[in-house]
């Protein structure tokens, strides 16, 4: 039987409570990403966020990743981000660099303000070449806030099937 993991980066919440639901729905295990450096997740401030977010981008940083991930003993792996400035945080770049999904199945999920998963599923194909990548789920922040269990449920029977379950 394959073992499953949960592993998410969420600031406001969001990304994770798709996780949990996905880890509830797949009796997987879940881990977050944690930064070395916390983000601030005060709401107020999603502008100064956003701006870092955006230099984070543009100077193509890698934000340090403070707890040891162990994904060995794992056969699929959905992997949870928000969309910042229409593609994953950097800390998600991160996470590609130092582990290796070499023969992993990765089934991504992002929470979005309107930009869907922004080619970023594209993007992890290129990025882990020797890991099997299947289809994401996107889920509009708002939604996955207000309970995104059924919308979990369908993509699951639907996209992951047997592979998740």
Known sequence: MSKNLVLFFSVYESTKAVAEEIAAQTGADLVEIEPVTP???????????????????????RPAIKNEINIENYDNI??????????????????????????KTIIPFNTHMGS?????????????????????????M??????CKDK??????????RTAK
């Open 116 to 140: 869907g998963d922004g080619g970023t599923y594209r993007t992890i194909t290129q990025l882990e070449p020797n890991a099997t990548v299947l289809n994401g789920l996107p889920v509009e």
């Open 142 to 147: 708002s939604e996955a806030e207000r309970g």
């Open 39 to 61: 983000y601030d997740s005060n709401r107020s401030h999603y502008n100064a966020l956003a701006r870092y977010a955006k230099k984070e981008h543009d100077e193509d940083m």
């Open 152 to 161: 979990v449920e369908k993509w699951l029977n639907t996209t992951i099937r």
């Open 78 to 103: 959905f992997i949870g981000y928000p969309m910042w400035w229409y593609t994953f945080p950097m800390i998600i770049y991160t996470l590609f660099d130092k582990y290796d999904f070499s023969g």
